[in-house]
Structure formats: structure tokens, C-alpha cells
């Protein structure tokens, strides 16, 4: 676990780390609720397609993960290495969960496409195939947001208060 500051810090700082850790917050949320609408519908595969759903969710998975991780990149890691300067566990810390961005933007583009996919050209889709990649992507998406509830959250709200 990421050591806290250690040092006295201004009301401001610590309301903009209150501020920061309700940001997280919510963007935990969003994506947490992606995980669950992508889990219920890898869940109905092969049986039914629901069409709307899969066009729906093939829309928004990029779109949120992408928004979260603009959030973390710039603006709560920035704070956290100026919360944490000369700090090499937290640095090691961004710069995995940066890299896990990556992985995950890339797996969400392809996932898209598989998505729309499947309501192009039903025919051709491999259903099963699709509900295991679903079902890999939100798992490891799942991971990484329990990595941020779990330590950079309370990392956040023990600095603020």
C-alpha cells in the first residue's frame, strides 16, 4: 500500500483530493455498470440477441473507458505525483495502471467491433466466441477497478479528511 503523506497540507489541497476521490468515484461507477450490462448480455449468448443492446453497448464501451482513464491520466495521476513527489511506488503504480488503459482501450475497440459485428452479419459471428472475449474484457476491466476502490480511493480520502 501506497504510504500517505506524512506531511501537513493545506484545507485547499485536501479539497481538491475530496474532490478528486468523488471524480473516481463516479467513474468507478460507470464503468462498473458497464461491466454489468456487458456481463448480462454475454450471459443471454447464445440463446438470444438482443439487437438494441448489442448496438448500445458496442457504442458506449470505448466511449466510457476512454472518458475514465482522460479523467486518471490527467488530472488524479498528476495530482498524485505532486501529492507523492520523489514517490517510486506510487509512480510504479501509474504507470501500470497506464499501461493497463492501453490493453484495455485496444480489447474495448476490438470488442466494439465484434459487437457490431454480430448485428451485421449474424451469421458469420461466433456467439460463443464473443460471450468468452466479453466476458475476458469485463474481468480484467473489473480488476482494475477494484485495484483503484481498494487503494487509490482510500490513498485519496485519508489525505483529504
Known sequence: MISSL???????????????AERLTWHISMQSSLCGRLEDFADTLPASVEARECVLLARCILPVLKRAHRFEEKTLYPALRAAFVNDKEIDQTIERLRFEHWEDESFADELGDRLKE????????????????????????????????????????????
Request: overall charge positive.
Open 118 to 161: 454480430l448485428i451485421a452479419n449474424p451469421e458469420k459471428c461466433n456467439v460463443e466466441s464473443l460471450a468468452y472475449m466479453l466476458r475476458g474484457f469485463f474481468e480484467g476491466l473489473r480488476r482494475h477497478i477494484a485495484f483503484e476502490r481498494e487503494h487509490l480511493l482510500p490513498l485519496l480520502v485519508s489525505e483529504a479528511s
Open 6 to 20: 506524512g506531511k501537513s497540507i493545506s484545507p485547499q489541497t485536501r479539497a481538491d483530493l475530496a474532490k478528486l
